[in-house]
């Protein structure tokens, strides 16, 4: 079964340049925490991991946009891609997850 960090990973191209650490994936899944379909905070002991995904991912693609910023050029050389059109691809995909709402992943292990 899909768990939420990696249904995340896939919807950020987390190891896909610019990248995105495990422990970042890890961050964001802690960040968009919400309240289980019980109405139980993440801090209650018996929540069930439960996560507003779009929100982390669109999050995820701008920690992307920010890294693409700095680039000048990317590898190979003379290739042609060059860091705005990778930065407006990461802006792209943030505005996309921006909008689409809340989409809840629940995770009964409670394995992130």
């Known amino acids: 079964m ?3 960090k990696d249904k995340l990973k896939k919807m950020t191209a ?3 340049v610019p990248t995105l ?3 970042e994936m890890e961050e964001l899944l802690v960040q968009f925490s919400i309240a289980d379909s019980n109405g139980l905070a993440p801090a209650h002991e018996q929540w069930t991991p439960t996560y507003d995904l779009n929100a982390a991912a669109c999050s995820g693609w701008l920690i992307k946009a920010g890294r693409a ?3 000048v050029e990317v590898d190979p050389p003379g290739s042609g891609l060059f860091s705005s059109k990778v ?3 990461c802006r792209s995909m943030a505005r996309i997850y921006a ?3 809340g989409t809840s992943a629940h995770c009964g292990s409670g394995m992130i």
């Open 2 to 4: 899909e768990t939420p």
């Open 14 to 16: 987390w190891n896909v």
């Open 21 to 23: 650490a495990d422990a």
């Open 69 to 71: 910023s700095s680039l």
């Open 87 to 89: 930065f407006e691809n």
């Open 99 to 101: 909008g689409k709402g």
